[in-house]
């Protein structure tokens, strides 16, 4: 991406400096609002506060401010998959992305119904490692939503939100593997980002998704309110 250069005698510390909320008049604005606006909660969250979901602001269109914040939860879901890697989420240990039905339902059930997410390369399915299949979706996501919004300047701002409603979906699932699956990873990720509590929230707000296209939880018990 591009370097911000900095004049002469600029602190780091103010490299990232909150951004006035009456300057976000552009895409590219609020791209950056919400980048620093998602690192002050991070800093909030080390310092035992509680956050909320970013408010959207007066002047930015509800189109716009989604898009920006939806790519800001891609771009935080790197970490989340990072924590997956350095904790044994490899293709040895986790052949196919499957999240047993039983983990889900708290019953036995017959394997069929496990649910099996199989990656879409070209025109044909392929079945891939857990952790291959989660930097497949994001490597995907992070391409086809700037495409989507440049090809919604001519086929109106539903194809846009249609392509977003199909990536949160998509996106949900690497949520609820660890949910389901690595706990225990998941957990210490949620109770150091509350990422998947925000994303929950965001997706609820504006209707981008059926609760069971999440499959997590909207209250999930782990964890205390934010």
Known sequence: GTKRRLVPGTKSEGLYK????????????????I?????SQRRKLARGEKITLIKRLDNTETTT?????????????NE?????????CNKKNYPSMVIPEK???GQDQDAHQDLIFSAKIGSSLVNLSAIDYMVHTLNVAITALPTAKK????????????????QVR?????????????????????????LTY???RFVSKYKLANPEDVIIPKNFQRFPQM
Request: proline share 1%.
């Open 103 to 105: 983990l889900i339902t």
């Open 65 to 77: 401010w989604i898009y920006e914040y939806l790519m800001g939860f891609i771009r935080s879901m």
């Open 35 to 39: 980048k620093s606006t998602m690192r």
């Open 170 to 194: 998509r996106l949900a699932r690497l949520f609820a593997f660890g949910f389901y699956v690595m706990p225990d990873v998941f957990d210490e990720f949620e109770n150091r980002t509350k």
């Open 151 to 166: 090809r919604s300047e001519k086929k109106g701002e539903k194809h846009l939100i249609n392509a977003m409603r199909d």
């Open 18 to 33: 909150k951004m006035d909320r009456g300057a976000l008049d552009d895409s590219f604005a609020v791209e950056q609002y």
């Open 198 to 200: 925000q994303y929950l």
């Open 80 to 88: 989340l998959i990072l924590d997956y890697r350095d904790n044994h």
